[in-house]
Structure formats: C-alpha cells, structure tokens
C-alpha cells in the first residue's frame, strides 16, 4: 500500500509521509526527553548558552586540526548554516599559532546553476562565505595551502578523490527545514520510488552529486540568506553524499533553532536514537553511522504546541 503524500510537495518524499504515530511519539518529547536519546553510537549534548554553543561547535576544527601531520593529514568537512562559528575557527587558529600547512577543509556544498557550481561573485556562494568567514581571517604563516581546501564542483571527481588519503576526523553539519544534511534531501516520488521512498541501504550509495532540491529547502535558504526572494535560490546544488559522510570518523550536528523548527529538532534526534532510518527523512539515516552527536542550545528547542499570533 502506497504511503501518505506529502503535504507539502506532492513530487517529493518527506518527513509528512510518515506514519502519524511515529511522528506523534516524537512531537511529545519533552526537552529532559530529549536530552535523554543517547545511546552507544549517538550521543546528546546540551549547551545553555549560544557562546558556549558556538566556541564548543568551533573547538572541533581545532581538536580535528591538531591531529594533522605531513604523513597523516587530517581535515574537517563544514557547513554554511550555522555560519556563527567559523570567525572563532580564524580567531582561534591565530591566537593558537596553530600550524595548518598539512590539515585539510572540505566544504559540504554549493549551489549548482546553469550548468556548473556558481563562482565566488555570486551573493550566496558557500566557499565565498567560508574564506570571508574563516580562512582569510587566518594569518597566511598559518593557512593551509590552498590545494588543501576542497570544495564540489559540477566536475565532482576531483572533490570525491580528495577523501582518499586525507582523515576526515569530523563532519559537521546543521539540519534543515526538511531535514537534510549538506544537500542531502529526500529524493522526489518518480520512477520506482513512486509508493515507497528508496530504502536506507539504496541512499546510502549515493556519493557527492548534483541533486535537485526540495521546495522546503528552497524556501528556507530564501528566508534565512535572501529575505525570503525564492526567486533567487538555485533549484540545483552539488553536495557531499553519504558515501563520504561514513568515511568522517565523526558526524556532528549542531541546531541551535534556527534552521529546523521544534518539532523536526525533536524527530531526527527520536529516529536515529531508536533506530528508525527513513530516506523520507535523511537525517534519520544516521541511524546506521557508528558515532555521531547531536548538539542542542538549550532554549532553541522550544515546544511543539498550538499558539496562535
């Protein structure tokens, strides 16, 4: 039997499609039940303010750095979104001295326009806003080479081979509206996936790539870079794929509650704590990575409940 349409886009899988009870059973977790979700394998952790929160999200490219070597080079993979902590990364490495000629940076994503990745002039560019953000505020005695900074492009093949022979201590990332990671969306309800979303197993094959993106992300992008001109977003993007987010030994994902709203902060968290993976929801599919950690601010959580404004 085919499951629900989404109520959202009707092309598309998403987390609307799910059984009602399973969603129910996660809209009703308190914060102190939700602090609780750790297991063997995931791990919660909450912060009680946005500078601890930001300073503990930046600390990870550090710890991650400081373990990089000639003949072990180590990197990280980040986001744009959360964007708050990468002036700390600069401020950090600097008053450090923190050496990193051998350690590496992959960029998660960017968007994909008329035929190719969109260059660094375009106002929304992801490894724009990482060097203004991060790398040209590090002192150049410091920086890495440039070679040793990866971000995707419509030619993907040069992104994928740089994930051989690097350590990707950690994979940072944010959640979305539709509760991706990177560009991971849910995929559209076409072809074979017509009654039933692909299963974890197939979507876990997926390497980086140029995916179309769910209306869901469109509009949040819009509204939380471009003042809601939806107009503006690209519909396409190139994003790093599941097979390079289980080579990170580490897979951490940072909401302080404004990319995803209660009620998804609550489910991702739910599924992969009870080991629910759904390519409906492909946060969920983390379910199935040995370590990964959920951060909270504390009061970003807020409560899945009925107020009118």
């Given at each position: 039997m085919s499951r629900a349409e989404s109520k959202v886009a009707s092309g598309w899988w998403d987390y609307t499609t799910l059984d009602e009870e399973l969603m129910k059973d996660a809209a009703q977790l308190t914060p102190e039940d939700v602090w609780n979700l750790s297991r063997p394998g995931f791990q919660v952790h909450v912060y009680d303010t946005l500078e601890d929160f930001y300073l503990a999200e930046a600390l990870e490219y550090i710890e991650a750095w400081k373990q990089s070597t000639p003949d072990n080079p180590v990197g990280i993979c980040g986001p744009i979104g959360p964007t708050e902590q990468l002036p700390l990364v600069a401020r950090l490495v600097n008053a450090l001295e923190l050496d990193l000629h051998s350690a590496h940076f992959w960029g998660m994503d960017e968007w994909y326009q008329n035929g190719k990745a969109v260059d660094e002039t375009h106002p929304l560019s992801f490894a724009k806003a990482d060097r203004e953000l991060c790398f040209s505020k590090i002192q150049s005695k410091l920086m890495m080479p440039d070679e040793n900074l990866h971000f995707p492009s419509e030619n993907t093949q040069p992104y994928i081979?740089?994930?051989?022979?690097?350590?990707?201590?950690?994979?940072?990332?944010?959640?979305?509206?539709?509760?991706?990671?990177?560009?991971?969306?849910?995929?559209?309800?076409?072809?074979?996936?017509?009654?039933?979303?692909?299963?974890?197993?197939?979507?876990?094959?997926?390497?980086?790539?140029?995916?179309?993106?769910?209306?869901?992300?469109?509009?949040?992008?819009?509204?939380?870079?471009?003042?809601?001109?939806?107009?503006?977003?690209?519909?396409?993007?190139?994003?790093?794929?599941?097979?390079?987010?289980?080579?990170?030994?580490?897979?951490?994902?940072?909401?302080?509650?404004?990319?995803?709203?209660?009620?998804?902060?609550?489910?991702?968290?739910?599924?992969?704590?009870?080991?629910?993976?759904?390519?409906?929801?492909?946060?969920?599919?983390?379910?199935?990575h040995p370590n990964v950690h959920f951060h909270y601010f504390r009061h970003g959580l807020g409560s899945v409940s009925t107020e009118m404004h």
């Open positions: 081979d740089s994930w051989d022979g690097v350590r990707c201590a950690v994979m940072q990332g944010g959640q979305g509206e539709v509760k991706h990671w990177a560009f991971n969306d849910p995929p559209k309800r076409e072809g074979e996936w017509i009654d039933e979303p692909p299963p974890p197993e197939v979507y876990r094959q997926l390497g980086t790539r140029i995916v179309d993106l769910h209306p869901m992300t469109l509009i949040q992008n819009a509204r939380t870079s471009g003042g809601g001109y939806v107009a503006g977003v690209p519909t396409k993007a190139i994003t790093v794929g599941p097979v390079e987010t289980w080579k990170a030994e580490k897979v951490s994902i940072w909401q302080a509650g404004f990319h995803d709203n209660p009620f998804g902060q609550r489910l991702t968290a739910w599924m992969i704590s009870k080991k629910l993976p759904d390519s409906s929801v492909p946060m969920s599919l983390l379910a199935d």
